[in-house]
Structures are given as C-alpha cells and as structure tokens.
C-alpha cells in the first residue's frame, strides 16, 4: 500500500503590492487565551514539471501529477482532491532529472490515462516565502506560503519535440493546517475576506496554467448521451454504463490507496454494469455483450473477495468486541486469534487484488468498455424508444424475484433455503438497479419500487452475511487450538444462527410491502 499525506489547505489571490497579516493576527485569540507566535520566514525556489496525458486525461478529474525539486518536500507528488479544502497526496523520491514518471505513479493512474504516455505538460517556478504559526507549546499549527508564480505550458509537437507557450505570472497565497482540522482554517479564511482577499479561482496551480477547472463531467470521454424521456433504448443504457464506468474509474485508484469503503463502491459500480448488460442484452449485439459481462462477473469475484474478507473481520471482532454478546470475558484469547486469521484472510484478498488491478486483463476490460461505449453494436431494439424496453426489463427482473421468495417460502431444507434467499437476493438487486436506470423516464414512480427493492435487497443481504459469517466462524472453531475460543465460536455461531432466523421471518412482511400493486403500475 502506498503512503498517502493528508493535505487540509486553502488557497487565495493576492495583488503585487499586497501585504498579507501575520498568522498570530489572522489566526486571533484562541478559545483558552493561549499565546500564539509566528516563526522566522523561510524562502525557497521550487521547480515543478507537471506530467499528464496529450488530452490532460488527469487534470480533467483534478488529478495532479509533478517532480518537484527545492523545498522541504522535492520529490514526486501525485495529488486527489478530497472533500471539502482537503487534498491526498501520494510521494516519492525525485529521482534523476528528465526520468521517465515513476511505474509506480503510473499504475495509480491507469484507470485515467487509458495507457496514454505522460509527458510534460507545464513547468511551473514558484518563489516561495513560508511563515508558520506556533503554539505555547511549539506546537506547529498552521503554514502560510506567500507564492510568486510564473508558469508555461508546454507543448508538444509531435515528434519534433515540444514548445513551451507565453509565461503567465500570479501571486497567491496558500493557508495549510499542520495540526488540526479543517475547522482550523476557518478564522483564518475569514479575516483575508475582511481584509478583501478571495479564494483563488482554481484548485491547483496547474489548474490554472492548463484552464481545466470548468471542463464539466460531461467532456469525459467515457461518458454517454444524456438520457431523457425520448432517448431510444441503447441511450439510455449507454448513459447508464457511462456513469458506472466513470465512477469504475474513479474509485480504481482509491482502491489502489486503500481508501476506506473504495473496494465496495468499484465492486457496486462493476455490478451496475454487469446488470445494465443483462437488462438491455438484445439492444446490442450479444457477441460483444456476453463478453462483457463475463468480463465484468470476474471484475466483481475479485473485489468481492477483498471486501468479503473486510466485511468478515469487521463483524466477527465487532461481535467478540461487543459485552452485550455475552460470550467473551476480557482474559479470552480468542479475539487476537481471529484478528491475526481474519486479517491474514483480508491482506491476502487485497494483495491479489492489486496484482488483477496491474494485470493485463483489467486493461483490457477497460479498453473493451470504452470501445463499447464510443462503437456500440446497437440492434433494431435498441432504437426503439426507451419507455417499452424499460417496462419489459425491469417487469423482468422483477418476475424472478418473486419466484424466489415463492420458492424459498416452499423450501423444506435449510440449506436449499439460504440458496433461493441468495439468489432472490443477487435478483432483487438487479431489479433496483433496473429501475434506477428506468427513473429518468418515469421519475418517481420508478424510483419509488427502486426503494422497495431494495428494502428487500437489504433483509436479504442480513440474511446472506448471517449464512456466510457462521461458516467462516465453524471455519475458525475448527481450525482454532484454543479451548475458550472455541467456545466462543460456537456460541457465536448460534447467535447469527438466530439473526438469520429472525431476518426469514421478517421476509413475508418486507416483501409484501415491496410487492405491492401500486408499486407496479407504471410497468403495465
């Protein structure tokens, strides 16, 4: 996993002849009349080469890429925007002058570039002058950097080397928080708007070089026609995979950070996908959808590993941890033992994650997305308009749902049983995500049963993690050496033996909520 600095900063124009308050006055008074000073000003000379792809495949989603020498921190830096004024940043040593980007950086950024080269973009020279503010305890609170900035484009031309454009010159001021929060900035923000300074108008410096900023969503390559009431099918459904291809793309490389909840969004987004395929397959040619979507099942196994394993550890050491289980005293060992198993279980999963995420396949499928949503194989059906093709799909979906739940009610056998849930379960969610997909051509009607199904969706879900957690905890009870953790197993095992009970006998009224007529009249 690679190391990732949290960056909380604010930036803001500043004119020529300006000058900018101490930090001890900007900041004010604190709360507990603690004394407040600012230390001696620091200068330096940084020298930036900014790397992106020919059509600024990075800058376009706000990615930053740089080698950056001078300063406290040269090197290679690989900065995410983040919520709100706050920035990851990925680094690494500089290396020699006019190397190729790290292989590294690159793999992070794969999903972006589609495998363009990167070449400089933009050269960017900063005359940097760096007060920090301390506390009674010399403490470092916040950074204020006084920038003096001239930058160029750089240009290339083809094989005959690059250009570089006109220099363009600004001064801006950067307000980072060292120790704290975001809440830190806030006084400080507010006395530069007193004294009539604004936020700068980009995010970045390159932003402002390369006049990114306002490239909206939809310039996105990977996205599809906007889908309305009269949008044929294959719109539609191109739209829909242009989205989760997109939001594919945009966790791929917090999955590669280990950012928490990354795994779990790309594997809900490859699931959308697949299911989208499968609602509108005779819309386009099966020769290509059929691979796809085989393509897109082995995408989701290999997330689902990860996050099942994450999943696991997370309930069972939640349960251990939990008093009111009443099956652990504070001396058990068994705790530590399920943490080094199940924790060896997720490091696994994830490590064979990341090498799939760097294999040759994933890019292929990438690829194989992109050429899908730029030639699509549309058939006769996929002209028709939307509103039919969306009634028929998602009446279908919704028919084998509920035979599902008819037959899991039959069922005699536990073990038959839990497999029908499973499968009403893997149903009832490409039911919602059909009628997701179906919302903008009959709005709330649709979302309405989208809601309902996964009401559904979700009970069925609680049962699932119920039958998959008492199989790994006999897994552990068996394999344990421990006495006392064996125990503690099998007492848990008997507790989600009951939560799976509970969660069947809470099916018959979820899904006659979710199944009623009403719900269902906009299909007819």
Do not use: C
């Not at 960017?124 to 009674?136: M, P, S």
């Not at 994933?362 to 690829?367: F, K, N």
């Not at 879900?461 to 039958?467: L, N, Y």
């Amino acid at each position: 996993m690679v190391e990732v600095h949290r960056e909380v900063e604010l930036k803001f124009s500043v004119g020529p002849g300006v000058e900018v308050p101490s930090l001890v006055e900007l900041a004010g008074p604190t709360n507990d009349g603690q004394r407040l000073t600012q230390g001696e000003p620091e200068h330096h000379v940084l020298r930036a080469t900014y790397y992106d792809t020919a059509d600024l495949g990075l800058a376009r989603h706000h990615l930053t890429l740089r080698r950056r020498v001078g300063g406290k921190d040269a090197g290679w830096h690989l900065k995410l925007p983040g919520e709100g004024s706050e920035r990851a940043e990925v680094r690494l040593p500089a290396g020699r002058a006019g190397g190729a980007v790290p292989q590294r950086l690159q793999r992070l950024v794969r999903a972006r570039t589609h495998g363009d080269p990167l070449v400089p973009v933009a050269t960017i020279t900063t005359e940097r002058t760096v007060h920090q503010l301390f506390d009674a305890t010399d403490r470092a609170l916040l950074e204020l950097a006084d920038d003096r900035v001239a930058a160029r484009r750089v240009l290339p031309l083809g094989g005959s080397g690059d250009a570089r454009g006109p220099e363009v010159a600004w001064r801006e001021i950067e307000i980072e928080v060292l120790d704290g929060g975001e809440e830190v900035l806030a006084p400080v923000a507010a006395q530069l708007g007193a004294r009539g300074l604004t936020v700068a108008p980009h995010t970045s410096k390159i932003a402002r070089v390369l006049q990114v900023d306002e490239v909206t969503p939809d310039a996105d390559r990977t996205r599809g026609p906007r889908r309305s009431a009269k949008s044929s099918t294959s719109d539609v459904a191109l739209a829909y995979v242009g989205d989760q291809l997109e939001q594919l793309r945009a966790q791929d490389i917090l999955v590669r950070m280990g950012a928490p909840g990354s795994v779990h969004k790309m594997r809900v987004a490859t699931r959308r996908l697949r299911s989208a395929l499968a609602t509108f397959r005779p819309s386009f040619g099966p020769e290509v959808v059929g691979p796809l979507r085989d393509e897109l099942k082995w995408l989701a196994g290999i997330l689902g590993e990860v996050r099942d394993a994450e999943v696991m550890r997370e309930r069972v050491l939640g349960v251990l941890q939990d008093g009111s289980a009443h099956v652990r005293l504070s001396s058990d060992p068994s705790e530590a033992e399920a943490e080094a198993q199940l924790g060896s279980a997720y490091a696994a999963a994830r490590d064979a994650l990341l090498l799939e995420l760097d294999g040759q396949r994933y890019d292929q499928l990438l690829d194989a997305l992109e050429t899908f949503m730029h030639a699509p194989p549309v058939t006769k059906r996929g002209r028709r308009p939307a509103r039919k093709e969306l009634r028929r799909g998602v009446a279908h979906e919704y028919a084998g749902v509920r035979r599902l739940v008819k037959q899991a009610a039959a069922a005699t056998g536990s073990q038959e049983r839990a497999e029908l849930l499973h499968d009403a379960r893997k149903a009832a969610k490409r039911t919602r995500y059909a009628a997701e997909l179906a919302s903008d051509a009959f709005g709330s009607d649709a979302r309405a049963f989208a809601a309902a199904m996964e009401s559904t969706q979700e009970l069925l879900g609680q049962h699932q993690d119920s039958v998959v957690l008492r199989e790994r905890l006999r897994e552990l009870a068996e394999t344990t050496t421990d006495p006392s953790a064996a125990f503690t197993y099998g007492r848990l095992h008997a507790l989600e033996e009951a939560r799976g009970r509970e969660t069947e006998e809470q099916l018959p009224a979820v899904w006659a909520r979710a199944s009623r007529k009403r719900l269902r009249r906009w299909l007819r």
